[in-house]
């Protein structure tokens, strides 16, 4: 069974740091493309970034190129996301997703970790 | 970015047809697919490609749609699909969802 654990969410001051990780299991991590889709409360989602399978490449949306850094350990099985210098418009559920390649859906999500900026 | 449009709201009783729409602001192709988003939950993947169903999702749910308008079908409705269901594109950079149409059962 395919799971995806997020971990390290919370309230942060803005202009602070936060790192979210997402633990898989249930298929060969090292396989897939993965990603973080974001979504703010009672609003709708919001794709965020990507990596490929080997994470030789990285993809972002424009508001959070240059804060955020995506990035995953093949051999933990591990996806990660390091946010930098957050704003407020940066609170959201964080959820991590599997991609099936850079075309495809999501097709497995995470259950989310909710990240709140706040003074 | 791609904006996709869908209807906010939709109310069905059980048993109906209902279609719920996804228009993108520019072509997609075929690169369009669907979500089901349960309340307080995470979302799940119905749709793909278009018109491809996902596996262990009900065949009352079924996807249509090229270019830049794209259909949700649920034939009939039952109470449990009472959710909020996204579109999302992936054929232009940055990926984009859209806003959601939320089906509430009569």
């Known amino acids: ?119 | 970015d791609t904006v996709l449009t869908q209807s906010p709201a939709l109310a069905v009783s059980p048993g109906e047809r209902v279609t719920i729409s996804c228009r993108a602001s520019e072509s997609v192709s075929t690169l369009m697919h669907w979500y089901q988003q349960k309340p307080g939950q995470q979302p799940t993947l119905l749709i793909y490609l278009a018109s491809n169903l996902e596996s262990g999702v009900p065949a009352r749910f079924s996807g249509s749609g090229s270019g830049t308008d794209f259909t949700l079908t649920i034939d009939p409705v039952e109470a449990d699909d009472t959710a909020t269901y996204y579109c999302q594109q992936s054929w232009n950079d940055p990926w984009t969802f859209g806003g959601g149409t939320k089906l509430e059962l009569k």
């Open chain 1, 1 to 119: 069974e395919v799971q995806l654990v997020e971990s390290g969410g919370g309230l942060v001051q803005p202009g602070r740091s936060l790192k979210l990780s997402c633990a898989a299991s249930g298929f060969t991590f090292s396989n897939y493309y993965m990603a973080w889709v974001r979504q703010a409360p009672t609003k709708g989602l919001e794709w965020v970034a990507s990596i490929t399978n080997s994470g030789g490449s990285t993809y972002y949306r424009d508001s959070v190129k240059g804060r955020f850094t995506i990035s995953r350990d093949n051999a933990k099985s591990t996806l990660y996301l390091q946010m930098d210098s957050l704003r407020s418009e940066d609170t959201a559920t964080y959820y991590c997703t599997r991609d099936r390649d850079s075309y495809a859906p999501f097709d497995y999500w995470g259950q989310g970790v909710m990240v709140t900026v706040s003074s």
